[in-house]
């Protein structure tokens, strides 16, 4: 006799569909791996009759599960790789928790270390690291992994040093220690973080060809030991847009879980360092508009490419100028019957953007990732005095308007860049709704979203960027069960005391992979 399918159900006064409905006071009814019905509470009876498992939850805030497009999980395990620095002051210290980490670690391998904290470090020998190991490579990274303690021989092999060591500049690292020991492991920990923060689904940045880790991806896989639905975009840093590698990884992964995207790639980089590219010149820089060109060449010729090829990309803009110039490059793109993008290229960040450039980019049914936490990284007058520094005058007007975004037909999407940001839901609600800063000032309101669209736009909006729409994303019958539940109505609480609210229970793939009722 055939075991009954088991039958869960959900009750709450704030069922949010993401389907354009308003939060209502219902349920959902989840069999196996997917809802079997979604509805006003006065229809719940049958379902819970039938029921294995019943959960009723008050108001708290039923949703899809939360989708991340924009991670690095090569980023997040530098937060923990090697030896534990926390604690360490000095570099005689420093030399004994990594001989320490050395018994462990697997012969001839490089040394890693993380939480590194140079303030106060005191440093007795300058050449103490290149003394121990004159021929072992030894890379210590900060918490916030802005620069590092290494010695000669990292240098000479990975090519970059304390100065520039952001993740486009460490691939050489990158390919060595994603070979390791225990990274499948670490990845496990890496899906335990999101799914307690409520996300289910991320687009994930791969650079290059992910250096081997495609093989732990599929063993995951296959061991049905993932609990995020994952896709890869390929970002080149080592060598040019590998078309054949994505042609290989759409035939490789057509499972439930993994799946390849495209490509990702930056532009420009930030406004305050003087490297986002603008449409009108920096104050700071009279008659500059970048200080450091952008491979426009480059980068045409790749998104052509990737464009003829069937894969969308993802360009990575900060200044109105690099996004105009993408706007534009888009626009020279593959449109469907309707006069949009065939293979939903996006621009990530838009930190800085033209009002005019927004509206374009909607008409041709565009895509954007937007970093909602990132005002929770500083202080108001910090900001403030920066813009004005930078651009003068009205400019900072234009500053995160995801209002205008919003109207424009855009597909507003959330990311976090992460580990630059760790998933916070309440906490981008906080940010992206209320205009906050790490000290609770205010800047833009006008730009901002309601609470109901910032869901929208992690949850269903996150899965049409991913290409998931027809399973995933919205409440309904028949879609994929990923449900996130947060602990509170943060509809009707004051936005100032959102981001006290926490995930309660995630739901990946009709599993609870997270409890914290």
């Not at 090569?74 to 050395?102: I, M």
């Not at 081997?212 to 840093?237: H, I, N, Y």
């Amino acid at each position: 006799m055939k075991e009954r399918q088991k039958c869960l159900v959900l009750l709450s006064k704030n069922v949010f569909p993401a389907t354009g409905e308003a939060p209502f006071d219902g349920f959902v009814a989840v069999e196996g791996n997917r809802i079997a019905a979604v509805g006003p509470r006065a229809e719940a009876g049958e379902w819970v009759e039938k029921a294995t498992q019943v959960l009723e939850l008050g108001d708290r805030v039923v949703t899809p599960g939360f989708v991340d497009v924009h991670t690095f999980f090569t980023g997040w395990a530098l937060l923990s790789l090697g030896a534990d620095f926390s604690d360490v002051k000095t570099d005689v210290q420093g030399v004994a928790a990594l001989k320490e980490y050395e018994k462990t670690a697997p012969e001839g391998t490089a040394l890693f270390g993380h939480s590194w904290q140079p303030d106060g470090f005191e440093v007795t020998d300058a050449a103490l690291l290149d003394k121990t190991w004159p021929d072992k490579p030894v890379v210590v990274f900060t918490a916030d992994r802005g620069t590092c303690w290494m010695n000669s021989a990292a240098r000479r092999r990975y090519g970059f040093g304390p100065e520039k060591c952001y993740a486009e500049m460490i691939w050489k690292m990158i390919r060595e220690y994603l070979q390791l020991p225990g990274m499948k492991e670490k990845y496990k920990e890496y899906m335990q973080m999101l799914n307690e923060r409520g996300v289910t689904t991320i687009k994930e940045m791969t650079f290059d060809t992910y250096y081997g880790f495609a093989d732990k991806m599929e063993e995951l896989e296959k061991e049905d030991a993932l609990t995020v639905r994952v896709s890869m975009m390929s970002q080149p840093v080592g060598e040019g847009i590998n078309i054949e590698h994505g042609k290989e990884m759409c035939r490789r992964f057509t499972g439930p879980f993994v799946s390849f995207s495209g490509y990702n790639r930056m532009t420009d980089r930030s406004i305050p360092s003087s490297m986002a590219e603008l449409i009108e010149p920096y104050k700071s820089h009279p008659g500059m508009t970048n200080t450091v060109p952008v491979e426009w060449d480059l980068i045409e010729k790749e998104t052509h490419l990737a464009d003829e090829n069937g894969f969308r990309y993802s360009l990575h803009c900060q200044g109105d100028g690099a996004i105009r110039h993408t706007v534009a490059l888009f626009d020279s793109c593959q449109k469907d019957e309707n006069g949009k993008l065939k293979h939903r290229h996006a621009i990530t960040d838009l930190e800085y953007s033209n009002p005019a450039d927004l509206e374009k980019f909607g008409a041709l049914g565009g895509i954007v990732e937007v970093y909602a936490q990132i005002q929770s990284l500083d202080n108001k007058q910090d900001v403030l005095d920066m813009i004005d520094a930078q651009l003068g005058g009205d400019r900072g007007k234009n500053y995160w308007n995801r209002r205008k975004m919003w109207d424009s037909g855009l597909t507003v999407t959330c990311g976090t860049d992460l580990p630059l940001l760790i998933p916070n839901i309440p906490e981008a609600i906080y940010c992206g709704v209320g205009g906050h800063f790490a000290d609770g000032g205010t800047y833009n309101e006008q730009n901002m979203l309601t609470v109901a669209e910032m869901l929208t736009a992690w949850t269903r909006n996150g899965q049409y960027n991913c290409f998931n729409e027809d399973r995933l994303g919205t409440l309904e019958a028949g879609k994929l069960a990923d449900i996130a539940v947060l602990d509170a109505d943060v509809f009707t609480l004051p936005v100032e005391q959102v981001k006290d609210v926490k995930v309660a229970l995630t739901i990946s793939d009709g599993r609870i992979v997270y409890d914290a009722l």
